[in-house]
Every structure is written in structure tokens, then in C-alpha cells.
């Protein structure tokens, strides 16, 4: 596990900017959505079901907050 900046940063944005920051440096997100879009993606999974073609091997996931 890296260090992905919890709770400094949410993705790029910066939410406690006050808090030290600890000894390793933070790493980015492969993926980064602003609050105005999600406030809370949580997991997912590769799709690789026959029924969707064009989900086929796409990383699908959804937000707690708006769906």
C-alpha cells in the first residue's frame, strides 16, 4: 500500500491542506473526479460479461453519493 494521501487529499483535491503531511511521498490517482461529479467511489470491478460489448474489460464502478 502507498501512501495516497488520505485525508490531505480526496484524488487531486486538496480537503486538509492544515494536516502534516507524514515521511513518504503521495501518490497520485489513476483516476480523479471533482466533488461536483462523485463524492464517494467506492470499489468496482473489470467487466467481462458477453451482454455489454463495449464494457468488455472496462473497469465499472459507482458513487455512494449520487449513484
Partial sequence: ???YGWSIVEGRQP???HFERGPTPILPPTVDHPHSESA???GGEFYYGKRLPT???QYVYGDYETG
Avoid: P, R
Fill in 40 to 42: 464517494s467511489i467506492t
Fill in 1 to 3: 500500500g502507498g501512501n
Fill in 55 to 57: 464494457l468488455a474489460d
Fill in 15 to 17: 480537503v486538509n491542506t
